[in-house]
């Protein structure tokens, strides 16, 4: 018996060791370039649909992206993308993770003892035609102790970054970036260009003996590693940038009916996470390159025995494998089975059969329970974010509320997934600094725009849930309504009413839609816009501070009535105090340099950001733009030395040039010019700003005023009854209220101002 086993075994054995020779010979063929094309550029592999540019054209695909070109006067010879003139030095091609490593250069700042050193600053630019910077896999990364450092998208579209300060070298920590002396923060998705801009708020005089530069760049995640030497002077010019690479620009769905798709026999194929188009991965099972024909080939488990659970002899198959016992043996022949037993007997049969029902027995309760436990689990993890997020506080409040008034809701888990189709992709329609938005049907086919923000603080819980409170009874008609909140994930979920005709930043920058915005309507959306801030800032039971006023975040409906949105941003302001010490939130070219500069913030740097909304308007401009020359960039710089050089009409929209209506432009860019008077103090209120355009807007509406001299009185009686002139539209009693000197002229226009 000891030799009919020793046999088998020796049997068992030689399979293995002869299926690990035919793998091996099959592995050794498995090619990832087309035949009679370059395979390798120095250390690094070429696999297609990438091609070397000396090869033949049907080495790679289109467009030029494809192409490496091998710098062979190197040794070892160095691979480029495209040609080694733009200086991408590839690093490495993955057709498993669909990802091509390139090098690029670090952006640098530096000032001596004269003051800003222009010699050794260098502001970097990356432009890429097809492959998109991995969001996963890089992090945004600032060094220095006077240090803002800006990632700006070249087209003017958004921007972001970081801020690092410091007063010396020994407050730094050697690691990982903390903010003190550097400072990372992620990136978005489908990045294809940038430009990144550091500035510093004291020209390094005050860190300059050991810190005379500033320093920034984009780079592949856990690279940089922060060592306080680096202050001094970073010894890094090149940094490795992870980039994601796809085929073409259709979705699988679409791109797998065409006649140019790429995916052969044995794959399968995934939409693109970040920018277009798909990608081809072979089957699990199978092995090499999914984009040539028979690229994709059987792995052979059998002849590894780290790749299968076999005790027995294994069968390899296509895409898989399977075990059994040698004759005389009985079992299953795996490894976590039955294994092989040798002098299987027949009276053993039944006690298998019966063991095999009574596993499949246990295996239907196991699942049963499973599936109890999972929904229990759920219920309890839903329980345990409402209460995280402040849930039972909310419903307290709510409670204690005259409920006839008040129209909140706490909306359930399942009903705004419900809404959203689980949260497609198709249904975002804006995403931000504070989290995404998404359309939603409820059940009684009522849209709303839902918000799903980004992780709350914990320690902030009370604040949030009174904001939600103070938000919701906000009634304003110039303010986008909160309807609800669901707490019962991770992260809260708003629920506000649904504005169907888009951001005011689209319909002034859109050339097809600026032309409808003409004169009377932009003075109705800068005039309604001042009258929901002033509303926030001084008639709503708490003061509340918005914090990133941009025309983004003004939308219209389809009768061009502006509402105010996104207070993801937003902070209450205690009615015992007049500014607030804040981490500095908002977008450039619309923020409060006073703020930046001080980290206090009031409500004198919502006026400053609804100011450079008003030049917005009356230019047609962005507030901040690199493809303008360098001192027209910020366009509230650009607004203002037009004005002092009396050169307003030349930077004015040309829609409102043609109405003529000089004049009132002229008042209302008096208007903008006061709310960017860099000192706080001196910049008008948010009231008596809506004050002044209430009053442009009502001359712009009554254009017989311009040719009637009528005393107050006259006036007065002339719109059809007596009106106390201390009281204004929105019922707001002025009686007791003196306007700032810069104000007093539209406070009450007098008859013969033309107006």
């Not at 890094?236 to 065409?258: D, H, T």
């Not at 939130?585 to 703020?595: A, C, N, S």
């Not at 901040?624 to 002092?644: G, Q, T, W």
């Amino acid at each position: 018996m000891f030799i009919h086993e020793l046999l088998s075994q020796v049997v068992v054995l030689g399979t293995i060791v002869l299926s690990a020779y035919h793998v091996l010979i099959a592995e050794a063929h498995v090619s990832m370039t087309k035949p009679g094309c370059r395979s390798t550029c120095g250390n690094i592999s070429i696999p297609y649909p990438f091609g070397s540019s000396d090869s033949d054209p049907h080495c790679r695909i289109r467009p030029s992206s494809f192409t490496v070109d091998c710098d062979d006067s190197a040794s070892p010879s160095v691979p480029y993308t495209g040609n080694k003139s733009e200086d991408f030095r590839i690093l490495n091609i993955s057709l498993e993770d669909h990802e091509i490593w390139v090098t690029m250069y670090t952006a640098q700042d530096c000032y001596n003892r004269t003051g800003y050193d222009a010699k050794s600053s260098d502001f970097i630019t990356l432009t890429l035609a097809r492959f998109p910077i991995s969001n996963t896999k890089n992090k945004f990364t600032a060094i220095g102790c006077d240090t803002v450092a800006s990632f700006l998208d070249r087209h003017g579209n958004f921007s972001f970054g970081c801020m690092s300060t410091c007063n010396d070298i020994s407050e730094v920590t050697n690691g990982s970036c903390s903010g003190i002396g550097c400072c990372e923060t992620s990136i978005p998705r489908g990045l294809y260009n940038y430009n990144i801009s550091i500035d510093s708020f004291s020209d390094h005089a005050k860190v300059l003996d050991f810190n005379p530069c500033s320093y920034a760049f984009v780079a592949m995640s856990g690279f940089y590693n922060f060592s306080s030497g680096d202050l001094s002077g970073l010894e890094l010019e090149e940094v490795p940038i992870v980039l994601n690479w796809a085929i073409g620009n259709k979705k699988c769905e679409v791109a797998n009916k065409s006649s140019n798709y790429m995916c052969t026999e044995n794959t399968r194929c995934t939409d693109a996470e970040n920018g277009s188009g798909y990608k081809c991965t072979c089957l699990d099972g199978f092995h090499g390159n999914p984009y040539l024909t028979d690229g994709c080939q059987d792995i052979d488990e059998c002849a590894d025995p780290n790749k299968n659970q076999c005790t027995g002899i294994c069968h390899n198959f296509d895409g898989s494998y399977n075990c059994s016992c040698p004759k005389g043996y009985y079992g299953d022949g795996w490894k976590h089975g039955q294994g092989c037993t040798a002098n299987a007997k027949p009276s053993h049969l039944m006690q298998i059969l019966g063991a095999g029902v009574g596993i499949i027995v246990l295996l239907f309760s196991v699942g049963f329970l499973y599936l109890g436990i999972k929904k229990r689990k759920l219920i309890t993890l839903k329980e345990k974010y409402f209460k995280q997020n402040g849930g039972l506080l909310l419903q307290q409040q709510l409670h204690e509320r005259d409920r006839t008034t008040n129209t909140m809701k706490i909306f359930g888990a399942e009903e705004l997934e419900k809404a959203t189709n689980n949260y497609d992709e198709n249904k975002i329609i804006g995403r931000g600094g504070y989290g995404t938005v998404y359309k939603g049907l409820l059940p009684n086919d009522m849209v709303v725009a839902i918000k799903k923000s980004k992780l709350v603080d914990k320690t902030q819980i009370d604040q949030f849930v009174n904001e939600v409170i103070v938000l919701s009874q906000i009634n304003h008609r110039n303010v986008v309504k909160l309807l609800g909140c669901c707490l019962e994930t991770e992260v809260p979920l708003l629920v506000y009413e649904f504005v169907n005709n888009g951001t005011l930043f689209d319909h002034i920058h859109n050339r097809n839609k600026s032309f409808k915005m003409s004169w009377g309507t932009r003075l109705r959306i800068a005039s309604d816009t001042a009258g929901a801030l002033s509303y926030l800032h001084s008639a709503a039971s708490i003061p509340i501070i918005h914090r990133d006023i941009k025309s983004t975040n003004i939308l219209l409906d389809d009768n061009y009535i502006a509402k105010v949105s996104d207070f993801g941003a937003s902070r209450l302001v205690p009615l015992d105090q007049t500014q607030l010490s804040t981490l500095v939130l908002g977008t450039l070219g619309y923020l409060d340099p006073e703020y930046l500069h001080t980290n206090q913030l009031t409500e004198k740097s919502d006026v400053y950001s609804f100011g450079v909304v008003l030049v917005e308007l009356i230019t047609g401009k962005k507030a901040l733009s690199f493809d303008r020359p360098e001192k027209e960039r910020s366009l509230a710089m650009h607004f203002l030395l037009s004005l002092k050089n009396n050169q307003l009409f030349e930077i004015v929209d040309e829609v409102i040039a043609r109405e003529g209506n000089n004049e009132q432009v002229r008042e209302f860019a008096n208007v903008a010019k006061k709310c960017l008077i860099v000192k706080g103090e001196e910049r008008p209120t948010m009231k008596e700003v809506a004050i002044e355009l209430e009053g442009l807007k009502a001359s712009s509406n009554h254009p017989w005023m311009h040719s009637v001299d009528l005393n107050g009185e006259e006036a007065i009686h002339l719109l059809g009854e007596t009106i106390d002139p201390t009281v204004y539209m929105d019922g707001t009693d002025t009686t007791n209220t003196e306007p700032s000197d810069s104000m007093k002229s539209h406070v009450m226009p007098p008859v013969n101002s033309g107006r």
